[in-house]
């Protein structure tokens, strides 16, 4: 076996693992809950999803609950979407391509039209998801100043009383020094870093909505929402000596491996209030109130790891060493605000939306001391942002088709990032009239973005580029 240097101290957990922090509490995966994604229904989509001002078929109880109001006859919906994400990274000036993509249940709805001797009142109850996770990005390049192991064992610090979960000791990638109580970790660079990281799941709405006429043609609704969900994040990461730059014994290094995973259960709920005034078939005005969701996330993660050496050893010798654990912790999203309106010339309709959202209000709960101590600095690292959203829809005369197109954009809500990291979309869509009660939706939507990744600290960061490419389709009748 290959020796330690120095004299190796007695752990008195040295066969106990213990927890380690969640993977996942970090601002970053907090915001993940808070975003909203490619949103429901496919006339919303080929609109821009411009549809606050709109609202007026079964994906209202999303977008503007009052809308439901609209409704003159009851209505079902069902809806599918497809999804493909494409990351090109960049990571010392060499780059990659890392394609997910996935298929999904968008919508799937009824929507109840209450007999009135006047005004309107409608009720709604289904199911929408209008988001996922579903993502990956893969790199290779050579590191000259920086190494992970740096991040497990920096040289030269102190090390802790129990060194049982130290993956660069237990691995033999570092040492210490009993006599000054610090770390020997001379391998701090001069490395080719790869890695490959994948992450899917995604967040599910089950609603139940009503709206009534409380005036002539002004509108109130709410919607109550439970949200269920997954997480998960791979990551396979290696760093070779592939230059033979660590060959003196008994840093002899030759490859390090480190597995990662992240697995999540997540519940919530919120409530969302609406408000729609319209002149019949020439304008509509439209506003939305989400409440904060409040998010309770249960978490199983874990890492396994191995080291081999120029000499042929590898540690551990008989199975990777693995230190795993588990979690629970409450996320509590900010307070969403949207308005948009919709004009209508003879078969012309023109749509526009904006919401407000003030991150800097994301926050953790029920966690540990050093989640919630996270709270501040999510009050710098992020801002409140305003979103925009604009669409038309052309009914063309005689033939049952309508045809859409539409813009979205979306600030980044991170507090220093430059207009580039801004999510951008470009959207188009037809409607088909199957019937005199049927309709069949469709669109497509395209989105673009910068972004980056921090491997382990930022002298490991891979720049990224994203591209989206979503389809989704809608069928409905109306009875």
């Not at 994400?85 to 968008?106: I, K, M, R, W």
């Amino acid at each position: 076996m290959k020796p330690k240097i120095s004299s190796v101290i007695a752990c008195a957990a040295a066969l106990a693992l213990t927890s380690i922090q969640a993977l996942g509490q970090y601002p970053e995966d907090a915001l993940r809950l808070g975003l909203s994604g490619t949103g429901v229904g496919s006339r919303s989509l080929g609109m821009g999803n411009a549809y606050t001002g709109v609202a007026n078929d079964f994906s209202a109880i999303y977008w503007n609950p009052a809308g439901l109001a609209q409704l003159q006859s009851s209505e079902f919906s069902f809806g599918l979407t497809y999804h493909n994400n494409n990351d090109n990274s960049t990571f010392f000036n060499t780059q990659e391509v890392y394609t997910a993509s996935s298929t999904n249940l968008n919508s799937l709805g009824l929507v109840y039209k209450i007999p009135t001797q006047q005004g309107s009142m409608v009720l709604a109850f289904g199911f929408d998801r209008p988001n996922n996770f579903v993502s990956g990005m893969s790199f290779t390049g050579f590191n000259p100043g920086s190494s992970i192991i740096q991040s497990y064992a920096r040289n030269g610090a102190f090390y802790p009383s129990d060194l049982s979960n130290n993956l660069a000791y237990q691995l033999y990638l570092a040492d210490i020094d009993t006599l000054t109580g610090r770390f020997i970790s001379p391998i701090t660079g001069k490395v080719t870093q790869i890695a490959k990281v994948v992450e899917g799941g995604g967040l599910n709405n089950w609603s139940v909505a009503g709206a009534v006429d409380v005036a002539k043609d002004f509108s109130l609704g709410v919607t109550l929402t439970y949200l269920s969900g997954t997480y998960r994040y791979d990551r396979n990461y290696t760093e070779d000596d592939r230059g033979h730059n660590w060959d003196t014994y008994p840093y002899d290094f030759s490859r390090l491996t480190v597995d990662e995973f992240i697995e999540g259960d997540i519940t919530g709920g919120n409530a969302k209030f609406g408000l729609l005034y319209r002149i019949p078939d020439r304008f509509r005005l439209g506003i939305g109130i989400k409440t904060p969701t409040s998010f309770t996330v249960k978490e199983t993660f874990g890492t396994t790891a191995r080291a081999t050496f120029d000499n042929g050893d590898m540690y551990p010798t008989d199975k990777p060493f693995e230190n795993t654990g588990s979690g629970q912790y409450d996320v509590v999203t900010p307070w969403e605000f949207s308005a948009g309106f919709s004009v209508m010339f003879l078969n012309l309709m023109l749509s526009a939306d904006i919401d407000y959202t003030d991150w800097t209000q994301l926050k953790f709960e029920n966690a540990n001391a050093d989640v919630i101590a996270q709270n501040k600095d999510m009050k710098t690292i992020f801002r409140g942002t305003s979103n925009y959203r604009a669409g038309f829809e052309y009914d063309i005369t005689g033939i049952g088709v309508r045809l859409r197109g539409g813009f979205m954009y979306f600030t980044s809500p991170y507090a220093n990032d430059p207009s580039s990291f801004a999510q951008k979309y470009i959207t188009g869509g037809l409607g088909f009239r199957l019937g005199p009660s049927t309709m069949f939706d469709v669109s497509y939507a395209r989105g673009w973005w910068n972004t980056f990744r921090t491997n382990y600290d930022s002298s490991s960061q891979t720049d990224e580029k994203i591209t989206s490419n979503t389809v989704m389709a809608t069928l409905s009748f109306r009875f």
